[in-house]
């Protein structure tokens, strides 16, 4: 990892499942950071914090709700525009091996796929917030470790019943993307062994084996984007990777990830992120943890 990077000790040890911190507080001081335990993060009451996950970059309102399940995912909550004198943030730092056994069961089917997606970091909507919010309230007043896990379970279940919001890029979180559609999945590994070249519509609809318009609307369905926008949202999540983790100069990413020129770079990064290369990396690099 950058050398910048400082590491601290989780405060979830030994036999430990849960970790929770129930603060109230009236600013954001904590660096942006990454661990290897999972982690459940809402916030009250805290309208202006920037919340930043992996190359994700946004403003809260008065609630907010992520989860995050990959170690090498940075994240932080910064102040921001945030004037509130009453911020309450309820972090849930857990350590559960969804590969055992029993979570291959049906019952825990939604929360498996729950937890693979939250590799890019999820944002859930306000009716699954009000939907956990009284469990979330009371969950560390709770004494005995059992019930907490079981009510803290709970809190994950219903939560894999709504469709949260993927926040960082796949190729940024370097996670995998599956597919139902075989089709799908082939023109996906083609997109991302070639995206640093020009990749034209109707190559990949001879690939998928379809006529231009048809992949067209079928890419769409399938990805929620049009080809072009998909091409660029993969470049740009590979060049804010190697932004964040290498010291390679931002001309140089931007024809590493299949840009033409450095001014197109700078341009489409701004366009789409909200600020330069450079001022991506240096909030980065301001100080990052591994905790």
Known sequence: MDSKVIHEISPLMGKDVLYIADRRKKEF??????HEVYELNFVERAPGVRRIVGDSNEVIGEYDLVLITSPDLEHVWEQNTCTSEDIREVTVHFDIDFESSIF??????????????????????MEAIIRVYQM??????????????IQFMTILYELSKYEGRPLASSSYAKVEISSDSRRVQKVRSFIDQNYRDEIRLPQVAEIAGMSPSAFSRFFKLHTGRNLSDYVIDLRLGYASRLLVDS?????????????NNLSNFNRIFKKRKGCSPTEFRENYHKTRVIV
């Open 29 to 34: 001081t904590y660096p942006i950071h990454n």
């Open 104 to 125: 291959a069961r049906n019952p825990f089917n939604s929360m498996k796929k729950m937890m693979l997606e939250a590799q890019k970091g999820l944002a859930f909507p």
């Open 136 to 149: 979330l309230d009371t969950l560390s007043s709770i004494k005995d470790g059992y019930y907490a896990f």
């Open 247 to 259: 010291s390679r100069s931002v001309a140089e990413i931007g024809y590493t990830c299949g840009f």
